[in-house]
Nanobody
Framework: QVQLVESGGGLVQAGGSLRLSCTAS????????MGWYRQAPGKQRELVAE???????VYANSVKGRFTISRDNTKNTVYLQMNSLKPEDLAVYYC????????????????WGQGTQVTVSS
């Protein structure tokens, strides 16, 4: 099983910055894509950014140019640097990891963190 522990959320003024971190632990063979999703009040959860084990990144259009996702494979940790934050970035941010548990399995499983609140005041 995989456990994800997030940190770094909080309250920031519009235009400010925050950095989220998420570390995976537990028993698994490989950690493949890792990413961040968010859920704003009254809205569905949406992808913010994702990064593969090889470093390929995908961003939501709404955060391109402002957010940067990175990872440290030696620490099984993914980061989300959020700059130029806007009130519409207010949401609970969830870490996601896709892991292969055993070397003989062909299935990747999704795991989620508990979520961290990001509040942006105008």
């Amino acid at each position: 099983q995989v456990q994800l522990v997030e940190s770094g959320g909080g309250l920031v003024q519009a235009g400010g910055s925050l950095r989220l971190s998420c570390t995976a632990s537990g028993s698994f063979f490989s950690m493949n894509a890792m990413g961040w999703y968010r859920q704003a009040p009254g809205k569905q959860r949406e992808l913010v950014a994702e990064i593969t084990s090889g470093g390929t990144t995908v961003y939501a259009n709404s955060v391109k140019g402002r957010f940067t996702i990175s990872r440290d494979n030696t620490k099984n940790t993914v980061y989300l640097q959020m700059n130029s934050l806007k009130p519409e970035d207010l949401a609970v941010y969830y870490c996601n990891a896709r892991a292969r548990i055993t070397p003989w399995s062909s299935t990747d499983y999704d795991y989620w963190g508990q979520g961290t609140q990001v509040t942006v005041s105008s």
